[in-house]
C-alpha cells in the first residue's frame, strides 16, 4: 500500500513518507480528533498473507502497548485498515542515532548519557518480558532536546512467520548486529540477544567500525557466529584493556557470557572508560549494504564547550582536513585514469616475470650455497679432520636453503597448479552443496530454501540490502508470490 501527502488512513491525514524498511513503511500524519502529530507504522502485504499473522499481531501488539519508559517510542493505537496491520506511535522530531553520528557527530559524554538511558529503556522492557530483536543505530531516535527513544519494540516478533530459519530470520534482524543465535535461526531468545546488538553499536561509537563485515550478508552472519571480534584497542588505541574486556564479554558468542543487562553493560563501560581517561570519540566509519566502509567526517567536539578563538581554530583545522582529503582524492583518480588496468597479456607476463625472478633468485642462492659448505668441507678436510664443524654451516644454512625452494614449489611451480586444481574443485563442490555460495555479485545471497529444490522455481531469488543493512522493498515485492506458494503447499 503507497499512500500520498493528504490521503486518509483510518482517521489519519497523511503528512509525508518518512521511511520504509524490511518490515514496514513509515509514515508522518496528523490526528485531527487529539491535534498530534504521529508515526503510522504499516506492516508490508507479505507478512498479512500467513494465515495466523493477524491474530499474532493484536496479541503481541497488546503487550508492547503496555512498555511505558520515558526512553521507549509509546504505542497509541493498533490496528487493522482494509484488511492492512498498522501500529501508531508517537512522533519524535529529530533523527536517528546512526544520522546523527554519520552527520554531526558526537561527543563522548553525549554518548555515554544516551547509551546508559538507552540502557534502562532496554532493561525495563525485558523485566517486563518483551525483547527488541532488532536492535540497531537506525532504531533508535533522537530528538530536539537531544533525548533518545527506542523505537519499534518487539516488531520482529510480529512480523516473524514461518520456521525459522537463517535466511529468514535475517530478515527480522540486521546483518551487521544480529547476535549469533539469530543467525543460528534460534527461536529461543533471550535479554542476552539485545545486549549483543547494544554492545556492537557501542563498539562501533568507540572504534569508528562495526565489529564485522564482509562482501555479503551471510559472510557477516559467518563472522558472528565463529569469528572472535577483534579487541576495540586495536582499532582505536586511546582503549584500554579493560574497555576491551568489557565490550568482549558483551559480545560473547555464548548467551550465558555476556552480561545479562544493558545496564550492568553500561555500569562496567562506564568505569572503564572513567579509569581509562579516554576524551572523544573517532570518526564514524559506516558499513554500507555490500560491508564495505566508507569513512564519514563526524566531529568529536561541541561549540558550547569552546570559547570563539578555539571554536575559530576548530572550524579552520576542518576545513584544511577537507581540502587535503579533497586533493588526495583527486589525484588519486586523477592516477587511475592516467594509468590504464593492464591487458591479459601483461598480466601474463607479469606472472611470469615474477616465477623466473623466484628461479633465479633460488638458484643464485644454492649456487652460493654449494660453493662456501665447498670451502668449508675442502677446509676441514685439509686440517686433518677432528670435529666436523662444517656440519653446522650446511645444516642452517640449508633449512634456509630449503624453505625457500617449498615456497618457491607453492607459489610459482607445480605445487601452486595443484592448489588452484584443488581450490577449483572445492568451490564446485560447495556450491552444489550450499546454495548460499551460489550467488552471483558481492550484494545478492539465497535466501527461499523452499523454492530452491521445487521444480517450479529453478532460479533462487536474491536479497539486496538497502543503507540501513535491511531488505530492500524490491525484495519484498518480488518474495510475496513466492510465500503465498509456499503458505499453499503447507496447506
Not at 22 to 49: C, N, P, W
Not at 236 to 262: F, G, I
Not at 391 to 404: M, P
Request: glycine fraction near 8%; hydrophobic fraction near 35%; proline fraction near 5%.
Amino acid at each position: 500500500m503507497t499512500l500520498n501527502t493528504g490521503d486518509d488512513f483510518a482517521g489519519y491525514k497523511i503528512v509525508e513518507r518518512i521511511g520504509s524498511g524490511g518490515m514496514a513503511t513509515v509514515y508522518q500524519a496528523y490526528h485531527e480528533r487529539l491535534d498530534r502529530q504521529v508515526a503510522v507504522k504499516i506492516l508490508h502485504e507479505s507478512f498479512v498473507r500467513d494465515d495466523s499473522f493477524l491474530e499474532r499481531f493484536e496479541r503481541e501488539a497488546r503487550i508492547i502497548a503496555r512498555l511505558e519508559h520515558p526512553h521507549i517510542v509509546p504505542i497509541y493505537d493498533y490496528a487493522e485498515f482494509d484488511g492492512q496491520p498498522y501500529i501508531v506511535m508517537k512522533f519524535i522530531e529529530g533523527g536517528t542515532l546512526k544520522r546523527r553520528a554519520i552527520k554531526e557527530g558526537i561527543a563522548l559524554d553525549d554518548m555515554v548519557r544516551m547509551m546508559s538511558m538507552l540502557a534502562d529503556g532496554l532493561t525495563y522492557a525485558h523485566e517486563m518480558g518483551v525483547l527488541h530483536r532488532d536492535v540497531k543505530p537506525s532504531n533508535i531516535l533522537i530528538d530536539e532536546r537531544d533525548l533518545p527513544y527506542i523505537s519499534d519494540f518487539g516488531l520482529a516478533r510480529i512480523a516473524q512467520v514461518g520456521d525459522s530459519t537463517i535466511s529468514h530470520d535475517m530478515m527480522l534482524g540486521t546483518p551487521f548486529y544480529i547476535s549469533p543465535e539469530q543467525a543460528r535461526g534460534e527461536r529461543d531468545l533471550s535479554p542476552a540477544t539485545d545486549v549483543y546488538a547494544f554492545a556492537v553499536i557501542l563498539y562501533e561509537l568507540l572504534t569508528g567500525q562495526a565489529p564485522f563485515g564482509g562482501d555479503t550478508a551471510y559472510a557477516i552472519v559467518h563472522e558472528h557466529i565463529y569469528t572472535p571480534p577483534t579487541p576495540p584497542s586495536q582499532i582505536n588505541a586511546e582503549l584500554t584493556s579493560a574497555l576491551d574486556a568489557v565490550l568482549l564479554k558483551a559480545l560473547a558468542k555464548e548467551p550465558s557470557q555476556r552480561y545479562q543487562t544493558a545496564t550492568a553493560l553500561m555500569r562496567d563501560l562506564k568505569l572503564a572508560l572513567a579509569e581509562s581517561g579516554v576524551t572523544r570519540l573517532p570518526p564514524l566509519h559506516v558499513a554500507n549494504f555490500d560491508g564495505r566502509r566508507k569513512p564519514h567526517l563526524a566531529f568529536d567536539f561541541e561549540a558550547k564547550d569552546y570559547g570563539l578563538g578555539d571554536l575559530s581554530q576548530k572550524i579552520d583545522q576542518s576545513i584544511r582536513k577537507g581540502v587535503e582529503f579533497a586533493s588526495e582524492m583527486a589525484d588519486h583518480f586523477d592516477k587511475k585514469k592516467k594509468q590504464p588496468p593492464p591487458s591479459p597479456e601483461e598480466l601474463i607476463r607479469q606472472r611470469v616475470q615474477k616465477k623466473l625472478k623466484a628461479r633465479s633468485d633460488f638458484l643464485q642462492h644454492l649456487t652460493v650455497f654449494l660453493a662456501i659448505n665447498g670451502i668449508c668441507w675442502l677446509l676441514w678436510i685439509f686440517n686433518r679432520g677432528g670435529f666436523p664443524w662444517p656440519i653446522f654451516v650446511t645444516a642452517t644454512w640449508g633449512i634456509g636453503l630449503v624453505n625457500q625452494y617449498v615456497d618457491y614449489y607453492y607459489k610459482h611451480g607445480r605445487g601452486a597448479d595443484q592448489g588452484e586444481e584443488e581450490i577449483e574443485s572445492e568451490i564446485t563442490r560447495q556450491m552444489k552443496v550450499s546454495p548460499w555460495l551460489n550467488h552471483s555479485g558481492p550484494d545478492e545471497v539465497y535466501t527461499d530454501e523452499d523454492d530452491l529444490s521445487g521444480a517450479d522455481n529453478k532460479r533462487a531469488l536474491t536479497a539486496r540490502l538497502n543503507d540501513d543493512g535491511e531488505f530492500s522493498d524490491s525484495f519484498i515485492e518480488e518474495t510475496e508470490g513466492g510465500g503465498a506458494r509456499r503458505a499453499q503447499r503447507r496447506r
